[in-house]
């Protein structure tokens, strides 16, 4: 701040790095990049399992650096896709979010007319680029994984005026990010533990993930006679497909474990069911019970520290 003439002028850098902030806030919330930085425990956690310990740190600085690329691509890919019904959605009455994970920053800043589709699909594009260079070179079949993926959630955010087995699509998704870790460190890990690992994630996410994401939105997706669990089936329906999700889920982690080379103890292998339970299946119980639009909404928080809780235990017990 400086003064002419008996005037005070205010410098217009602080207004201008502001300005940029708050822009860069909507890029984020395109990318839901709160929920990306956990979710970067599932890809992390999934090579811990399969290798008994830490990759070397080249594979695990460009592992991070691909994982976070292909996650913050993928979420905003889904908004890009979506960005009309996300629009009509907000154009029939804001939903309020409260405490929602997905809602920090901002929820749908593209169908908010915040920022533009332009800039969207470019923010989408150039770290789908960073990604996929960083798959390529950790091993050219995560790669593929990578754009298989997109091409998936892409397919996944088109159905939601088709059908509710949609979830099954979300789920196949989410378990991609997990299987590229592992092959990432291991071009041949083990079928058994491949197979474990993707029924693992596949029904975390669906019980965990998506049900609750789509009953958060439940009064929306029914004014549009959308496709989802919650509306096909309702809140009964789908609080019963979410406790028995979350139930296999806690059982497959199990088998996750005892298959790993981590070889954890059983005092271990109860703290870790411990924690699916806590984390993931209490919580869909007060669901089922309560029915209350809240409850998933804690439930989907939950589920999102689900990963990042059990690498961290998986950290400590490899360090005990």
């Avoid at 395109?30 to 740190?57: I, K, M, V």
């Avoid at 594979?59 to 896709?81: E, Q, R, S």
């Avoid at 533990?193 to 975390?204: E, N």
């Amino acid at each position: 701040m400086s003064e002419a003439g008996g005037e005070k002028i205010v410098s217009a850098a602080p207004v201008a790095s502001s300005a940029l902030f708050v822009r860069l806030r909507l890029f984020l919330a395109l990318s839901r990049t709160p929920h990306c930085l956990l979710d970067l425990a599932t890809p992390a956690l999934s090579a811990l399992l399969w290798l008994g310990g830490l990759p070397p740190l080249s594979v695990t600085v460009l592992g991070l650096i691909t994982v976070f690329a292909g996650y913050t691509a993928v979420y905003a890919l889904n908004d890009v896709v979506d960005h009309r019904s996300d629009r009509e959605k907000l154009s029939q009455g804001k939903v309020e979010d409260g405490d929602y994970l997905d809602a920090a920053y901002a929820r749908h800043p593209m169908a908010q007319g915040l920022l533009s589709f332009q800039e969207g699909l470019l923010w989408t594009g150039a770290w789908a680029l960073v990604a996929l260079l960083g798959a390529y070179w950790l091993n050219p079949v995560c790669a593929l994984i990578f754009l298989a993926g997109c091409l998936i959630e892409a397919i996944y955010c088109l159905m939601l005026g088709v059908t509710s087995l949609r979830t099954l699509v979300s789920g196949v998704v989410k378990t991609l990010g997990g299987i590229a870790a592992v092959l990432a460190v291991d071009p041949s890990p083990s079928p058994a533990f491949l197979l474990a690992l993707f029924l693992w994630l596949f029904f975390w996410e669906i019980g965990g993930q998506n049900i609750p994401a789509d009953w958060h939105d439940l009064e929306a997706d029914s004014r549009l006679q959308a496709k989802t669990i919650p509306v096909q089936f309702g809140p009964r329906g789908a609080g019963a497909v979410i406790l028995v999700c979350l139930a296999c889920s806690v059982v497959l982690s199990g088998v996750v474990l005892r298959l790993s080379p981590a070889g954890l103890s059983l005092p271990w292998l109860a703290l870790w069911l411990g924690v699916g339970l806590y984390l993931l299946c209490l919580p869909a119980l007060r669901l089922y019970r309560t029915q209350a639009r809240s409850q998933a909404s804690l439930l989907f928080n939950q589920a999102s520290y689900y990963p990042l809780a059990l690498l961290s235990l998986c950290m400590l017990g490899l360090t005990a």
